[in-house]
């Protein structure tokens, strides 16, 4: 089980990938899941840098945005979705048909949003998946 650590980060150790091109975002994004003790793979601003991050990484969750430039993060779920990995979605986009068939119900939260309720997605997502977590 991962719980909280004695300062109160309750995702101690827990490697998070975050795929974001947008700079700042993805700094607070970071941030956010540094408070809370994660290791942050990233942050991810190219295509290239995620598929080979999702590809070889050790992860717990990803974050993803829906685009990154022109490119969709369409073949990161694929790869995703091969290993296990659960994730979810931060972006200002609308996720594509043939994205949201593939995502098995990934949630897709909307930008922009509190560092609180990003952190707190993905404790839900990560139990939803079934690692147990203990925030209390």
Do not use: H
């Not at 994004?29 to 003790?37: H, N």
């Amino acid at each position: 089980m991962v719980g909280k650590s004695e300062d109160g980060r309750f995702l101690q150790g827990l490697r998070v990938l975050v795929v974001e091109d947008e700079v700042w975002i993805a700094l607070d994004l970071e941030a956010a899941f540094v408070d809370v003790g994660a290791q942050v793979v990233g942050p991810c601003g190219t295509l290239e840098t995620a598929l080979v991050a999702a590809k070889n990484e050790a992860l717990a969750l990803a974050v993803l945005d829906i685009r990154l430039g022109t490119a969709t993060t369409e073949r990161v779920i694929d790869l995703l979705n091969e290993r296990g990995i659960p994730f979810f979605f931060y972006s200002g986009q609308t996720l594509p048909d043939e994205m949201r068939k593939k995502s098995n119900g990934a949630v897709v939260m909307v930008k922009p949003a509190m560092q609180q309720d990003i952190v707190g997605k993905a404790v839900e997502v990560l139990m939803a998946s079934g690692m147990p977590i203990s925030p209390s």
